[in-house]
């Protein structure tokens, strides 16, 4: 026996006296220990995702930095159609010399461009 603390000295102790863990929990313990790794790397992909997702967004949600815009279209020109995405607006204006296309930016409601469709001769 040992002085200092009162426990067998290891060559005390026989290959008999050590107990064989119990098999229904070293699986209880496996077991375990595979589904806090599942947590772990789904964690760990939820945030990266999550990351990934807000770095890539345009620039979040649309705000009411304006009240009224005001687009000047050319005289005699009708709609035809819009076409309305997250990050720009189509109109399809039709006039004498033939189709235009005006761009607006959703956010700040301004016109960003303009094309004029012209028919191949």
Same mark, same amino acid.
């Given at each position: 026996?040992?002085?200092?603390? $009162?426990?067998? $000295? #290891?060559? &005390? +102790?026989?290959?008999?006296? %050590?107990?064989?863990?119990?098999?229904?929990?070293? =699986? %209880?313990?496996? %077991?375990?220990?595979?589904?806090? *790794?599942?947590?772990?790397?789904?964690?760990? @992909?939820? #945030?990266?995702? /999550?990351?990934?997702?807000?770095?890539? @967004?345009?620039?979040?949600?649309?705000?009411?930095?304006?009240?009224?815009? &005001?687009?000047?279209?050319? @005289?005699?020109?009708?709609?035809?159609?819009?076409?309305? *995405?997250? /990050?720009?607006?189509?109109?399809?204006?039709?006039?004498?010399?033939?189709?235009?296309? #005006?761009?607006?930016?959703?956010?700040? $409601?301004? &016109? +960003? $461009?303009?094309? =004029?469709? %012209?028919? &191949?001769?």
């Amino acid at each position: 026996m040992s002085q200092d603390t $009162g426990n067998p $000295g #290891v060559t &005390e +102790t026989s290959s008999e006296d %050590i107990a064989a863990p119990n098999p229904r929990y070293v =699986r %209880i313990l496996l %077991i375990t220990v595979i589904l806090l *790794g599942f947590l772990l790397v789904g964690g760990a @992909a939820v #945030v990266i995702s /999550t990351v990934i997702a807000r770095l890539s @967004a345009p620039e979040g949600p649309m705000a009411r930095d304006f009240e009224l815009s &005001e687009i000047v279209i050319p @005289a005699g020109a009708r709609l035809v159609e819009v076409e309305n *995405g997250a /990050t720009r607006i189509v109109l399809h204006l039709e006039d004498k010399g033939g189709p235009i296309l #005006v761009l607006l930016d959703p956010r700040k $409601g301004k &016109e +960003t $461009g303009r094309v =004029r469709l %012209i028919e &191949e001769k």
